[in-house]
Structures are given as structure tokens and as C-alpha cells.
């Protein structure tokens, strides 16, 4: 069964990641507002952040690829981010 970042990533090279709306309030580059629609692979989803608060229509109880593969085109940090030991330090 393939992790989180794994199909969020696959969902992103696929093209099934439709962002509808994503409004940003200056200066900040982060949308505080989204609206997504994700096809997976048994039905559409769709994903949304209001008031700080992400959400997606799968109803899973955990981070969910479907929200983490909005997270990631709208630049938050998600469930399939790289992990700080992942990278490489700059010295």
C-alpha cells in the first residue's frame, strides 16, 4: 500500500489536482482560503481550508493524500512534506 506522500505526489503528476479558488491576503504567500477538487482512485473528492482549517470529503480520520496533494500546489506544509532528516544541511 503505497504511504501518503507517495499517492499525493502520484495525484500531482497525474493532473488530478484541481484547485478552483485560492485567495491570498498580502503579504503573506499562503492561500487562507482553497478550494480543491481531487480525483481519486475510487471517486472525487473535494478539499477545502476556511478559517484554518483544511478538510477533505474522503472523511478519513488521518491525513489523507487528497489533502496533502492540495497542500502541497498551494505551498503548506502537508502529511507528504520531507521530513527535516530528509534534507540535506546547509552549512
Known amino acids: 500500500m503505497p504511504d501518503v506522500r507517495t499517492k499525493a505526489l502520484s495525484y500531482l503528476r497525474d493532473e488530478k489536482v484541481r484547485v478552483l479558488f485560492a485567495e491570498t491576503v498580502k503579504p503573506n504567500l499562503r ?10 482512485f475510487n471517486a472525487r473528492y473535494w478539499i477545502e481550508l476556511e478559517k484554518g482549517r483544511w478538510l477533505c470529503s474522503c472523511g478519513s480520520s488521518t491525513p489523507c493524500a487528497h489533502l496533502a496533494a492540495v497542500q502541497i ?19
Open 31 to 40: 492561500p487562507h482560503t482553497v478550494g480543491a477538487l481531487v480525483q481519486g
Open 73 to 91: 500546489i498551494t505551498g503548506w506544509p502537508s502529511a507528504a512534506s520531507k521530513q527535516a532528516t530528509d534534507e540535506k544541511a546547509v552549512v
